[in-house]
């Protein structure tokens, strides 16, 4: 059935991929042999996950070859890839959260489909022989929206393994784990290595250090090194990942003495599903002070920045801001007691895609004095506050008429950016401000949070990126299934402390 | 440099009025018609003599207040298709008035009955709104559904409480408006009426509306994109609500103006289709009050040469609703295809690739 | 008692329509095509329902395989204007909504169009007549109701298992199902979703198409061009109410269908009533009191309905 009894070698040769605009892949050519796992490193945007794309053929490379074992293949659809052996763990989960892991699993075994009736025996007990070689326990018959995160990813390698994938590729698999799930997962990667190959996608340093044998590094879609990890750093890696030697502005400061700002008490908020996402929170922040919160995503981050900013219903508990109550209040609300927001969503909530940058500055404004009077927008005033904040804020456009969508992540950043900044917010929350952005653009983030710090706001900082929480924040707090775990000041935390903290774990425990 | 992009919107759009000429003319010839006498027909005959030419700006004025109301509904995202309903509901009330207060002096009345089928149709179009807004119910089954339900309650009002007690041929209809609540024709022998005042009023009323004011703005913020509205603190079912509530006065409005203007009286499917061919004009004036003035002229021709077709030709006037319908199909299709990035790269790549080659040659 | 009977009966019987139109239109929906369109292709197919018969024998009575080559046709016809809505919404990446609107009055636009020139003016037909089948209608009151249609009613009610089968069974329905929920994940594995998309909505429109012409033949037995009034539009509205689920739209189908039923038999029953505009608001009120009752079920639904596949377009 299979193509290929073993994959021996893996070759990929001058690979190139235009997007409308974007050149994605810039002559990518990559080997990888029998049981070797190859880290593909580089930021985002760097183009490693459409380079994998078109192994699994999603997508077809405009010039360029594929070899398996020295014998050209070609990859016109995931089927093409599954005969000959890959298989892909995308890093958003391929799951369809309706259906059971058995009807997900039997989605993609074309054995199964042979009669009128989709084959399930047969399925549950390709599974179970997965499950029992790999030790990969799953419930065959639970429904993927019952399952947590961790679970859902070992679905995913049991599905692909039933796929009858010897060569593995995982798309930034750690990105939604704890610390220590994620040594789970490479110790189990490491011991299926001696019967696979894999390709693990990652940013993450020290992971690719644990685990690869050799790394490659994508910049801007070129492949800039190969080597072996043992022979380099994890410094050395990230000078060769962002082009230059990482300079981190980081906040030294005294930590602040400012009166608290933000004093969230006992807070409980339900997710969209229906379940608590924050269970009795507690959390106080002081104006001049970033408070970073760390913690896996979906652990109710989400809902505390809506929480705070009137988006999502308090059930019970306080939101204290300058002395006043403000939760539940709506929206415009909020707005106007002086908080500002960098949401999660940049290109959909932060700003309206299809409006022009200068239409999207005054989003939160349009009723006051300065840009509009008895209901008429002052077009005037508008223009000449979109175009001067384009300069303060380097914002790299064709012009102040440009639908905001179309700029690329990082100037739509810097539009938000612009427009929390110049309302002169008494407290920003800020979500994920530089996830996806590139090194330069996040640079000019972080500095702008620093200068508003400075400048007596206190800022709520939820981030994934450890380095970043720890770089920038004067106190930290770990979250975990909506309770607050522990708050460390900027010297206390180390990424250990953090990361058993993030697992769950309390340190008296 | 951006040449191609316009060379290529040009021949979509034309590819795509071909493709509707040539549908047409398939229907056509299964019906037996000639098809360039038809489309002759279609396009000639508005233009014979001013006569002919107000019959198109009569129709012409319905369907563009109806059309500027649906502007504003879709641009704070959510589709009107119910402004059939609502225009019955503003010609029961203008009819109200308008049989029963023909004492007052015109000034007083001829406003009153168009307020009133503002009124009436504002509140119809608030059902629908606040459904969606409140309860997630879909603005395209519940408008539909409230259309049946309008067309009944109209029948009803007309057959009951509105009847003509004169009237003794058994057709339900109404009185006739009394003299001071018409709307005087403007010229004598066309049937162009005061009406279309009220039309150009409203088109610079929605527009400011639309582009020049803080609830406009806020509007069109909804319907772009309701989540960053709702992050910028903009109360997204209030403007929903109120867009509705707007697009159903226009529609009332415009069943007033229709029942004042051109038919004197209420009777049965004086709506004429009206509402829904509102939806066409407005898409195809692309939501923008100033351009929907063009497109309704446009569909005033057509939905004119629905009695040209009876009388001229063995085609029958259906026709024309299946060309609207077919309109909208092309133009959903054809807005797709225009902001399409790949059809435009391979676009570029096939007729303009060896143009560039040229050039860098030369350039080398 | 006749009333009560009389009415159940209809039920029985003109359920059908809404019945097929529905479970087409969740074929539709489960493979994340919302198509408002049905309405005119339930048009189109009520027309070419009755135009075969009529043009092949005129007002008599046609033979049955007429009438079932007038079924045939419309059904072939519906599943081609399913196609034709396929290439507006999966291959253009039309917005569904409105193209359905658009659909609508194509397809109502058309059928009138043709039936002024084929037809000319309102004709009755013989159509398929309802049948007794010995024994079982000879059962007092379950009797009439159940065992007096034709075979076509029987035939029709046979689909809801089917297509409960089809859905959560066979390899088709899971690839609907998942098509419908999370695209991208089906494309993963190989499963080409515009594919499948199509394929459903040639289900969905041949159901239409048929529902149309048994319109025609069976209930109505005469064609104008506001015959579906609004039936196609009820269908997808049942979707909604029916949750994606066959059986739950079958049970709304017949509700519907009843409240239907029953405004047209007071009608008749009790002539002195002279409101009856307001009882033939009732279906239609239903509809949009049910739609408000039921917002949870837009939770439950297969979450991409509405939404195009594009698989470079990142979420």
């Not at chain 1, 074309?110 to 599974?127: C, E, N, P, T, Y």
């Not at chain 2, 309860?135 to 003509?164: G, H, K, W």
Request: with cysteine; glycine share 10%.
């Amino acid at each position: 059935m299979a193509r290929f009894d073993k994959i021996k070698e893996l070759r990929v040769e001058h690979i190139t991929k235009r997007f409308p605009g974007v050149l994605a892949s810039d002559d990518i050519s990559l080997t990888v042999g029998e049981h070797q796992i190859l880290a593909l490193v580089g930021e985002n945007g760097a183009g490693k996950t459409t380079l994998m794309n078109m192994i699994m053929g999603l997508y077809q490379p405009d010039e360029g070859k594929i070899f398996i074992n020295g014998e050209e293949v070609s990859l016109k659809t995931p089927n093409d890839a599954f005969d000959c052996g890959i298989g892909m763990v995308h890093q958003q989960y391929m799951l369809v959260p309706n259906m059971t892991v058995l009807e997900n699993i039997a989605l993609g075994m074309k054995k199964s489909w042979k009669g009128i009736k989709v084959d399930l025996a047969m399925v549950r007990k390709q599974i179970e022989e997965i499950s029992g070689k790999y030790g990969l326990a799953v419930d065959p018959d639970a429904f993927i929206w019952q399952l947590a995160v961790g679970e859902q990813q070992r679905v995913e390698l049991v599905k692909t393994l039933c796929l009858g994938a010897k060569f593995l590729i995982l798309d930034e698999p750690t990105s939604a784990l704890t610390p220590q799930e994620t040594d789970e997962l490479i110790a189990l990667l490491k011991s299926m290595s001696s019967e696979l190959s894999i390709i693990f996608i990652s940013h993450k340093l020290n992971e690719v250090k644990a685990l690869s044998d050799r790394v490659s590094i994508l910049r801007h879609g070129k492949v800039v090194f190969e080597g072996s990890t043992a022979d380099y750093t994890s410094k050395q890696i990230a000078a060769l990942m962002t082009g230059h030697e990482v300079e981190v502005n980081a906040n030294t400061d005294e930590p602040s003495k400012g009166e608290d700002s933000l004093v969230i008490k006992d807070l409980c908020v339900r997710s969209d599903r229906g379940f608590l996402a924050l269970d009795n929170f507690n959390l106080s922040i002081r104006s001049g002070e970033i408070v970073g919160l760390a913690g896996v995503s979906g652990n109710g981050q989400r809902e505390l920045a809506e929480a705070i900013n009137g988006i999502r219903k308090v059930e019970s508990g306080t939101i204290t801001f300058q002395g006043k109550q403000i939760q539940n209040l709506t929206p415009g609300q909020v707005i106007a007691t002086g908080m500002g927001y960098i949401p999660e969503e940049r290109n959909t909530e932060g700003i309206v895609p299809s409006m022009s940058i200068k239409e999207n500055i005054i989003l939160k404004d349009s009723e006051s004095d300065t840009f509009s009077k008895n209901h008429i927008l002052k077009n005037g005033v508008i223009e000449d506050t979109a175009g001067r904040l384009r300069t303060e804020f380097d914002i790299r456009c064709p012009g102040i008429h440009t639908a905001a969508g179309s700029l690329s992540g990082g100037n739509i950043q810097k539009v938000i950016l612009a427009r929390e900044i110049s309302r002169k917010p008494k407290f920003l929350v800020c979500v994920y401000p530089i996830r996806g952005l590139d090194m330069g653009a996040a640079e000019f983030i972080h500095m702008e949070l620093l200068k508003l710090r400075k400048s007596g706001v206190g800022i709520l900082l939820i981030s994934e990126e450890l380095e970043e929480i720890m770089n920038l924040s004067d106190r930290i707090a770990v979250i975990f299934k909506g309770k607050n775990q522990k708050v460390l000041s900027r010297d206390e935390a180390t990424t250990e402390k953090l990361g058993i903290l993030m697992a769950g774990v309390k340190e008296d425990e | 440099m951006n040449n191609y992009k316009l060379v290529y919107k040009i021949a979509v759009v034309a590819v795509a009025v071909l493709i509707a000429l040539l549908v047409g003319a398939a229907i056509i010839i299964a019906v037996g018609g000639d098809v360039f006498a038809t489309y002759w027909i279609i396009i000639s005959m508005p233009f014979k003599n001013f006569r002919s030419l107000s019959e198109v700006l009569i129709r012409m004025i319905p369907l563009l207040i109806v059309a500027l109301g649906i502007a504003v509904s879709s641009r704070s995202g959510i589709i009107n298709i119910g402004a059939e309903g609502q225009m019955y509901m503003g010609i029961i009330a203008a009819t109200a008035i308008a049989t029963n207060c023909g004492s007052l002096p015109k000034i007083i009345v001829v406003p009153m009955c168009i307020i009133a089928g503002g009124i009436a149709g504002g509140l119809y179009g608030f059902i629908p709104g606040w459904l969606k807004a409140k309860l997630e119910v879909s603005e395209l089954l519940s408008t539909v559904m409230l259309n049946y339900v309008a067309t009944q309650f109209f029948n009803f009002c007309i057959r009951v409480p509105l009847l003509d007690p004169m009237e003794k041929s058994g057709t339900p209809m109404s009185r006739r408006v009394a003299e001071n609540a018409t709307l005087s024709r403007l010229f004598r022998g066309s049937s162009l009426h005061q009406g279309i005042f009220l039309a150009i009023i409203l088109v610079v009323v929605i527009y400011i509306l639309l582009f020049k004011t803080t609830w406009g703005y806020k509007m069109r913020a909804a319907g772009a994109s309701e989540r960053a509205a709702r992050y910028g603190g903009i109360n997204v079912s209030k403007y929903l609500i109120i867009s509705m509530v707007i697009s159903g006065a226009c529609a009332g409005m415009a069943g007033a103006v229709e029942l004042m203007g051109v038919q004197g009286r209420a009777v049965a499917g004086m709506t004429g289709g009206y509402g829904f061919s509102g939806v066409v004009v407005a898409l195809f004036g692309a939501l923008h009050p100033l351009w929907i003035v063009p497109a309704s002229f446009f569909f005033g021709i057509l939905l004119y040469s629905q009695v040209n077709l009876q009388i001229l030709t063995s085609v029958p006037p259906n026709l024309v609703k299946a060309l609207q319908g077919l309109i909208i199909l092309i133009i959903v299709a054809v807005q797709m295809v225009i902001n399409n990035p790949y059809s435009i790269e391979r676009f570029r790549k096939r007729f303009f690739a060896g143009r560039e080659m040229k050039k860098t040659e030369k350039e080398a | 008692m006749d009333f009560v009977v009389s009415t159940l009966t209809l039920t029985v019987r003109f359920a059908v329509t809404l019945m097929i139109a529905s479970m087409g239109e969740m074929f539709n929906q489960k493979a994340g095509i919302f198509n408002l369109g049905c309405e005119g292709i339930m048009s189109v197919g009520a027309f070419l329902g009755m135009l075969i018969p009529f043009t092949m024998v005129g007002a008599g009575t046609a033979p049955g395989y007429i009438n079932i080559l007038g079924l045939a046709v419309a059904t072939v016809v519906g599943l081609l204007m399913g196609l034709l809505f396929g290439v507006i919404v999966i291959t253009f990446r039309a917005p569904q909504g409105i193209a359905g609107i658009g659909m609508q009055m194509f397809g109502v636009g058309l059928a009138g169009t043709f039936f002024r020139s084929f037809i000319g003016g309102t004709q009755s037909i013989t159509g398929i007549s309802s049948m007794e089948i010995p024994l079982l209608s000879k059962i007092p009151v379950l009797g009439k109701i159940l065992f007096t249609h034709n075979p076509l009613v029987y035939f029709a009610y046979l689909l809801v298992p089917v297509a409960w089968y089809v859905i959560f069974k066979t390899p088709w329905g899971l690839k609907v199902r998942a098509v419908g929920t999370h695209p991208r994940a089906a494309d993963s594995l190989g499963i080409n979703v515009n594919r499948i998309r199509y394929q459903s909505l040639a289900v969905g429109g041949a159901m239409a198409g048929f529902a149309g012409a048994f319109l025609t033949l069976c209930q109505a037995k005469m064609f104008n061009a506001e015959i579906i009034g609004g039936r196609g539009f009820i269908a997808v509205a049942l979707v909604y109410f029916g949750q994606w689920h066959p059986i739950k739209i079958f049970l709304g189908a017949l509700l519907f269908t009843f409240a239907q039923t029953l405004q047209t038999q007071i009608q008749i029953f009790v002539p002195q009533f002279q409101a009856y505009e307001f009882l033939t608001m009732l279906p239609y009120i239903l509809v949009i009191v049910v739609l408000a009752f039921n917002r949870k079920s837009n939770r439950l639904g297969p979450s991409a309905l509405g939404k195009p596949f594009n698989r470079e377009m990142r979420v």
